[in-house]
């Protein structure tokens, strides 16, 4: 992409606080970029051949949402975490294998997508995360849920398409969490809690394709006190 182009697109910027550029084949981050670190709100990479985020990303102190889906980042840099009005970050297919330590500063993240990547467990520094809603770990390589989840404050976490073969009871203790996705993993019915059922705040818990038989899950004590907090939830949103 020519020099021209990519004036056109910082000056369009400039005006919208917005920066979209997706699909271009850039393998870098756009270093001009920074003239804009002080106004800009959005910028969205996707869809690129990006494989680095430069330290300069501490700078864009205003910005809300991030979009970097479907690149080639192997680790995000530690500069990232200072970005304290960063309210959106959508990461889907990269290749990323951890978080920075101190990712737990993103104080006003509400919405987190690291769908496709090639996380082995759920970041601890999630947890400190306090205005977190929505976070989507599908499609890694977790294995198991630590005990750690249950300072979580998200209301949605999906964890679909892992090979999760264990997860910890302290999920029945996340104070928000509504929605429960874990479909496609490697859960026995003998390991999934039944505190989920019984003594969470889960109304809708999604675990089909496992090793287990939905109709199974039925039997289980705690099943009726779920359906009761489902149905309400759906009367809810009718």
Request: net charge positive; glycine share 4%; with cysteine.
């Amino acid at each position: 992409m020519g020099n021209s182009a990519l004036k056109a697109h910082l000056e369009t910027a400039q005006k919208t606080g917005v920066f979209q550029l997706t699909g271009k084949g850039l393998s870098e981050f756009p270093e001009d970029l920074q003239k804009l670190a002080s106004n800009l709100r959005t910028i969205d990479l996707s869809n690129n051949k990006i494989e680095v985020l430069p330290p300069l990303m501490g700078k864009f102190f205003v910005l809300k949402s991030l979009a970097l889906n479907h690149n080639k980042l192997t680790a995000l840099p530690e500069e990232l975490c200072k970005l304290k009005k960063l309210e959106a970050l959508h990461l889907n297919s990269n290749q990323l294998t951890q978080l920075p330590a101190a990712f737990g500063q993103l104080a006003a993240l509400k919405t987190l997508s690291l769908s496709g990547n090639k996380l082995r467990t759920v970041p601890i520094q999630l947890c400190s995360l306090r205005q977190l809603d929505v976070v989507d770990l599908s499609r890694n390589q977790i294995q198991s849920v630590p005990d750690t989840v249950g300072e979580l404050q998200a209301i949605e976490l999906n964890l679909n398409q892992n090979q999760i073969s264990q997860i910890s009871s302290q999920i029945s203790y996340c104070p928000r969490l509504k929605v429960l996705r874990l479909e496609e993993n490697c859960l026995e019915l003998s390991v999934l809690p039944q505190s989920i059922l019984s003594d969470s705040q889960i109304s809708l818990l999604a675990v089909e394709g496992n090793l287990f038989e939905i109709k199974k899950l039925r039997e289980l004590d705690g099943y009726d006190k779920y359906m009761e907090r489902f149905t309400a939830t759906k009367k809810k949103f009718a």
